[in-house]
């Protein structure tokens, strides 16, 4: 009968490591060029390659979803998927691991003859008009000047501000991140001259589903501390760019 007991024990703990190991984590995602961009292969992002790496250490398949920003937002919090990222907002009432991915300096792309490299004179954009991708959130400085401030609509809206400053229809349009104009898959990145508002980095974030057990949420937190301790993924990021 013990020995009936133990092989049945055994069969317990092999049936429970075999769930741990094929259970599921849904992480959406959001494109953020060149971090993640929707245009090419979810293998071909820097930061999936990253966060697959330390995932897959704890025994997860991982399930990537597509989604626009604020749907992502609300697929997050009903529960739906359990991480989102890049998540580049404040919000008191989302969860998010303890420290940020990495950073963005937002800023404003020019025609490279109209290059304006110092910003924090607000005065020398008034009266320009600058295109703003609608995903993205302008800073203070720039929404009290009186520059006229046009939304660009859609997922390519970089490259469609990057297309308007050169035809003259915009004089600048609104990065959040340079990271998102200057990379060498933007085959259009050289045609533009950026420049930021210093004192305005904000880090950029995973945000984790309130639904999620705490256990799993500490194991996952874990994890990402060490991962990042070990290599951050912003030198993960540089060494990736050195290679292409």
């Given at each position: 009968?013990?020995k009936?007991?133990?092989?049945g024990f055994a069969?317990?703990?092999?049936?429970?490591?075999f769930?741990?190991?094929?259970?599921?984590?849904k992480?959406?995602?959001?494109?953020y060029?060149p971090?993640?961009?929707?245009?090419?292969?979810?293998?071909?992002?820097?930061l999936?390659?990253?966060?697959?790496?330390?995932?897959?250490s704890?025994?997860f398949?991982?399930?990537?979803?597509?989604?626009?920003?604020?749907?992502?937002?609300?697929?997050?919090k009903?529960?739906n998927?359990d991480?989102?990222?890049p998540?580049?907002?404040s919000?008191s009432?989302?969860?998010m691991?303890?420290?940020?991915i990495?950073y963005?300096?937002?800023?404003?792309?020019?025609?490279?003859?109209n290059?304006?490299?110092i910003?924090?004179?607000i005065?020398?954009i008034?009266g320009?008009?600058?295109?703003v991708?609608v995903n993205?959130?302008p800073?203070?400085p720039?929404?009290a000047?009186n520059?006229?401030?046009v939304?660009?609509?859609?997922?390519?809206a970089?490259?469609?501000?990057?297309?308007?400053?050169?035809r003259g229809?915009?004089?600048?349009?609104?990065?959040p991140n340079?990271r998102?104009?200057?990379?060498?898959?933007?085959?259009?990145?050289?045609e533009?001259a950026?420049?930021?508002?210093?004192g305005y980095s904000?880090g950029?974030?995973?945000a984790?589903?309130?639904?999620?057990?705490?256990?799993k949420?500490?194991?996952i937190?874990?994890?990402?501390q060490?991962?990042?301790?070990?290599?951050?993924?912003?030198y993960?990021f540089a060494i990736?760019?050195?290679k292409d």
């Open positions: 009968m013990i009936c007991r133990n092989i069969a317990l703990l092999l049936f429970l490591s769930s741990s190991f094929s259970e599921t984590i992480v959406g995602l959001i494109d060029p971090h993640i961009s929707f245009n090419e292969r979810n293998s071909d992002s820097p999936l390659q990253y966060i697959s790496k330390f995932l897959m704890l025994g398949q991982i399930e990537f979803v597509k989604l626009p920003k604020f749907r992502g937002a609300l697929e997050l009903s529960g998927i991480l989102l990222l998540f580049d907002e919000h009432d989302v969860k691991l303890s420290f940020p990495f963005s300096v937002p800023g404003l792309c020019f025609k490279k003859e290059f304006i490299p910003l924090s004179a005065h020398r008034n320009l008009i600058i295109g991708p993205s959130t800073i203070l720039l929404k000047s520059a006229k401030l939304m660009l609509q859609g997922e390519r970089i490259n469609r501000g990057i297309d308007l400053t050169q229809r915009l004089d600048a349009f609104y990065h340079p998102k104009v200057y990379h060498r898959k933007n085959k259009m990145y050289k533009v950026c420049s930021y508002f210093n904000k950029v974030f995973i984790v589903s309130p639904s999620m057990p705490l256990n949420l500490n194991l937190e874990q994890a990402y060490e991962s990042m301790t070990e290599l951050s993924y912003e993960y990736e760019q050195q």
